[in-house]
């Protein structure tokens, strides 16, 4: 188990290089055809590694990795964290005593490029804190100038040094409260059906896996699903509607919360125009298209279709605080049953 999940967490690391390097090679292919690259997606890490280039971070062979892995794996056993960091710490990199609590991604790499260059991660070069150090670019939720949306507002972190292409990035949002509704609706959605998420995270269980034991086991959802199934194993394949509606919750506020992540990531990038996603997409399409093909080089997104970065407005933060979770599917305990029957029949 133990080298499965080295060579996993060894492998994350060689998707966004070759993420990095797989989606240049096409860009450069669409342009040599005289034609515009549309980039579209939600991972923020990739998308920034495309927009500002990869850090010049050295890659570990699998030898390393492992030897990594294994000097963290009993630590990481115990829940040892201390422990764990101070051993990072002695072997060069102080400043792992300040990333959060119990992100052993981040820790194995600090030692990975310890083992590998001499070297901590602070001693390379990453384009984009070079980019954000030539002004500066924090993001004043609050102000009139986080809503700005212009051409100086979103465009001067590209213009202050130059990057490898002419970006024109757009962030498509909703309003919160209809974003957290998708969501839970869209929880209910992947736990429906014969061969939904409860069925996938049985799968993984029967072939030995266990929750949090590697990437795949770690996403939201999965992690949620079989820690579900392994106590209604634990009961002789039952289940009451209680703990299925427990189960449904956890898994909806985990998503909901990796939402809330990925949008304080996005506030932060501050080559996005903000779009509101609720408005009619072929209005969203024209405006972008006319966009791009506009050669004044100022871009100002109108007021109907601008979505506000502000997350401190009082009164839609009180609605934020009060929201609560109602389903479509699953309003009843009755509504459950047939998860119930599934799970007589299938985990005992």
Not at 306 to 327: E, Q, V
Request: hydrophobic share 35%.
């Amino acid at each position: 188990m133990i080298e499965r999940k080295c060579r996993i967490i060894w492998l994350t690391y060689f998707i966004h290089l070759k993420f990095f390097e797989d989606a240049r090679k096409a860009t450069r292919s669409i342009l040599d055809n005289g034609r515009v690259p549309i980039v579209v997606g939600g991972t923020g890490l990739y998308l920034r590694w495309f927009i500002y280039g990869k850090p010049d971070v050295p890659k570990a062979s699998a030898e390393i990795t492992s030897q990594a892995c294994m000097e963290l794996a009993e630590l990481q056993r115990n829940d040892d964290w201390e422990a764990a960091v101070q051993l990072v710490v002695k072997a060069g990199d102080p400043k792992v005593q300040h990333i959060a609590v119990n992100d052993w991604y981040r820790l194995r790499r600090s030692l990975e490029i310890i083992k590998s260059s001499g070297s901590p991660p602070s001693a390379f070069r990453v384009p984009y804190d070079s980019f954000r150090e030539q002004g500066d670019y924090r993001v004043a939720d609050g102000s009139d100038s986080s809503d700005m949306n212009t051409n100086y507002d979103a465009m001067k972190e590209t213009n202050s040094a130059k990057l490898d292409y002419d970006f024109m990035c757009f962030f498509l949002s909703s309003d919160r409260l209809d974003l957290y509704k998708s969501i839970d609706y869209r929880c209910e959605d992947m736990i429906l059906g014969g061969d939904g998420l409860l069925s996938e995270a049985q799968w993984l269980i029967d072939i030995g896996l266990h929750p949090n034991s590697n990437s795949p086991t770690k996403a939201i959802g999965y992690r949620q699903a079989m820690d579900y199934l392994i106590g209604c194993r634990e009961q002789g394949g039952q289940s009451s509607a209680g703990e299925f509606y427990r189960f449904l919750s956890e898994f909806q506020k985990a998503s909901r919360n990796f939402a809330k992540r990925q949008l304080t990531w996005f506030r932060n990038e501050r080559i996005y125009h903000w779009l509101d996603a609720s408005k009619p997409l072929e209005t969203v399409l024209n405006f972008i298209h006319d966009a791009y093909h506009n050669q004044n080089g100022n871009l100002f997104v109108p007021e109907h279709l601008r979505m506000s970065r502000d997350i401190t407005n009082p009164r839609i933060a009180a609605k934020l605080k009060a929201y609560r979770t109602r389903n479509r599917h699953f309003v009843n305990g009755e509504d459950c049953y047939p998860i119930l029957e599934w799970i007589q029949k299938t985990q005992k």
